[in-house]
């Protein structure tokens, strides 16, 4: 069996759970999320724990049954505490800085990169150098904070750009190293 799918999720207190076929509706004090999952998997509710059940040993359902069980779990940690990344920038001149709820950045380009978030997702600038991107879906907090990264990845010759917090960018030798 799964590692993953057998281990059961804890329920914190004031998360409810509605299951129906194929369908999971998690409801906190942060918000509601839904998650859609395979009908041949069964998701019980015992002992304040959530426990995902396959029928057999096909390959889709092995398949399925860890997915399915990571995806209630993110999204029952979502509702309860939420998710959010960090990002750093790093450059001469490189800096972020928050227009009302759209953040705007300089990256060394001809105009100013404004990002709006959707809807869902809290983007903070507490430093002109720090971005933390925050919400409830683990999926969308992350495929901004990629989407942001992306507008300008570090350089792998001087280090400039948007990264992760904590992320390492090893700096490749210029043309001087060559000789």
Not at 26 to 55: D, H, M, W, Y
Not at 79 to 86: A, D, I, L, P, R
């Amino acid at each position: 069996m799964s590692r993953i799918g057998r281990s059961p999720i804890p329920l914190p207190k004031g998360v409810e759970l509605d299951v129906r076929r194929g369908h999971v509706t998690v409801k906190g004090p942060k918000g509601t999320l839904e998650v859609e999952f395979s009908p041949r998997l069964t998701v019980a509710i015992e002992n304040g724990e959530v426990l995902v059940q396959r029928p057999g040993d096909a390959r889709s359902d092995r398949a399925q049954h860890g997915l399915a069980r990571s995806l209630i779990a993110n999204a029952v940690i979502g509702v309860s505490e939420g998710f959010s990344k960090n990002l750093e920038i790093q450059g001469v001149g490189y800096r972020c800085a928050m227009k009302g709820s759209t953040l705007e950045l300089s990256l060394g380009f001809s105009h100013p990169v404004v990002v709006e978030p959707p809807a869902g997702i809290t983007i903070v600038a507490p430093e002109p150098t720090k971005i933390t991107v925050s919400g409830i879906d683990k999926q969308l907090v992350g495929q901004v904070a990629a989407n942001i990264r992306s507008l300008r990845a570090p350089d792998s010759y001087h280090g400039k750009g948007v990264r992760y917090q904590g992320e390492y960018v090893k700096l490749k030798p210029g043309k001087a190293a060559a000789r």
